[in-house]
């Protein structure tokens, strides 16, 4: 069974320059919501950007949040507020639903 449903799997997909990973791009005048599947292992280097929300549908992620290191699994939710450095470990068969409060996080992908 696919993660996500038809509906999301018809949003225009995310241009997201991580290897393995398939995203989906919900777009709004004010933030985006990206619906994220990985298909391999990816290390996510420190950095910054506006707020962050997102809960685990599938698998695990590993996030270094202000220097406080968790893990993340099906069915918990992470918030990193706007400014905050971070880092992780996403692993192979991850999946999430994120909300950035942010409109142009991401581009769409060009086919």
């Not at 999301?8 to 241009?15: F, N």
């Amino acid at each position: 069974m696919a993660t996500f449903p038809e509906p999301i799997l018809k949003l225009p997909e995310a241009d997201i320059p991580l290897k393995g990973i398939k995203a989906y791009l919900s777009q709004s005048e004010t933030h985006q919501i990206i619906f994220m599947e990985f298909s391999e292992d990816v290390e996510l280097p420190e950095h910054s950007h506006e707020g962050q929300w997102g809960i685990v549908l599938e698998g695990k992620i590993e996030l270094t949040i202000d220097g406080v290191k968790k893990t993340f699994v099906k069915g918990d939710r992470y918030f990193i507020p706007e400014g905050v450095r971070h880092s992780g470990k996403i692993y192979a068969g991850y999946a999430d639903m994120t909300y950035f409060d942010q409109k142009s996080r991401y581009k769409i992908k060009e086919r």
